[in-house]
Each structure stands twice: as structure tokens, then as C-alpha cells.
């Protein structure tokens, strides 16, 4: 993974003078401004404490399973049990806010620009087929009791 401070300061500069995008569209939902927002993570990087039971490999389509991530995690506690040939794990080994960016949620809770950070935050493994309503519905039950209004998707 690269490093801002790694980069040619020609590409840096570049980089931070690209226009960012504008829509016609707006959002299919309302609500409140992001600086109001208690924001949650949902993670496919498969994470799970150390020493915790490992995520169990689908035994057909539409299996799955998805976890619950408490914010009280210590970080060297966390493991990535996502395991594919495509993906390369070095950039979760030296930052974790790779694959489950907590940190730089509360950097942005610190700064006022998020309202909150959720107390839990949720983690899976993706199957061939889209993970079963069922542990979706538990997902949003969890998400909506915790109050969040905001989500960052992590694919992995």
C-alpha cells in the first residue's frame, strides 16, 4: 500500500487538484446532515477476534454468515480471515483502517465532521450467492437499535 508521503509530489499535487464530482441526482433518502450522522462500518474482510472461532467456509450458495464488530476491539486483536488469491493482505498488516476504517471514524467524530461512531459494526465473508435476507434483516435490526443513519461499505 502506498503512503501520500511515498508518492512523487507531482503525482500528490495532481491528485489533490482533481475536481471532485457533482450529480443532477439526489439521494433516494433524506436525512440528517453527515456532521449529525452515527455512522457504522459493514466490512466483507471476514474480521474476527483473535481466538474466536473462524468464519466457516459456505457449504453452498447463499450460505453466509456475518459478525458482529464491537468498537471496543483493540486492533491487534483483530484478524482478517478474508483469504482469496486476488487480495493482498499486506496493506491490512500494516494499517488495519484498510479493511475496518474505526480509526479514521473517530478521527472524523473528533473533527465534528460525522455526529458519532456506532458502538457495533458488522463483518462477513461474501458467498456466490447475495447474503440471505434473514441475517440482512438481523444486520439493519442491530444498525437501527445502535441508531446509526449512515453506513460505510467495505468491499473486500
Known amino acids: 500500500m502506498a503512503r501520500l508521503e511515498d508518492i512523487p509530489e507531482a503525482t500528490r499535487i495532481a491528485a489533490a487538484e482533481l475536481p471532485c464530482p457533482s450529480f443532477d441526482t439526489t439521494p433516494f433518502v433524506a436525512g440528517p446532515k453527515l456532521a449529525k450522522?452515527?455512522?457504522?462500518?459493514?466490512?466483507?474482510?471476514?474480521?474476527?477476534?483473535?481466538g474466536a472461532r473462524p468464519f466457516v467456509k459456505p457449504l453452498h450458495d447463499g450460505e453466509g454468515e456475518?459478525?458482529?464488530?464491537?468498537?471496543?476491539w483493540n486492533?491487534?486483536?483483530?484478524?482478517?480471515?478474508?483469504?482469496?488469491?486476488?487480495?493482498?493482505r499486506t496493506g491490512f498488516q500494516r494499517d488495519m483502517n484498510v479493511v475496518f476504517p474505526i480509526d479514521r471514524l473517530r478521527d472524523l467524530?473528533?473533527?465534528?465532521?460525522?455526529?458519532?461512531?456506532?458502538?457495533t459494526h458488522f463483518t462477513f465473508i461474501p458467498v456466490a450467492d447475495p447474503t440471505p435476507a434473514g441475517i440482512a434483516d438481523e444486520m439493519a435490526a442491530a444498525l437501527h437499535s445502535d441508531r446509526v443513519d449512515g453506513v460505510i461499505l467495505v468491499p473486500i
Open 37 to 50: 450522522r452515527r455512522v457504522a462500518i459493514i466490512s466483507s474482510a471476514g474480521l474476527l477476534r483473535r
Open 66 to 72: 456475518c459478525r458482529a464488530v464491537p468498537s471496543t
Open 75 to 88: 486492533a491487534r486483536d483483530i484478524l482478517l480471515s478474508h483469504a482469496s488469491v486476488n487480495f493482498d
Open 109 to 119: 467524530a473528533a473533527a465534528g465532521e460525522i455526529g458519532s461512531v456506532a458502538e
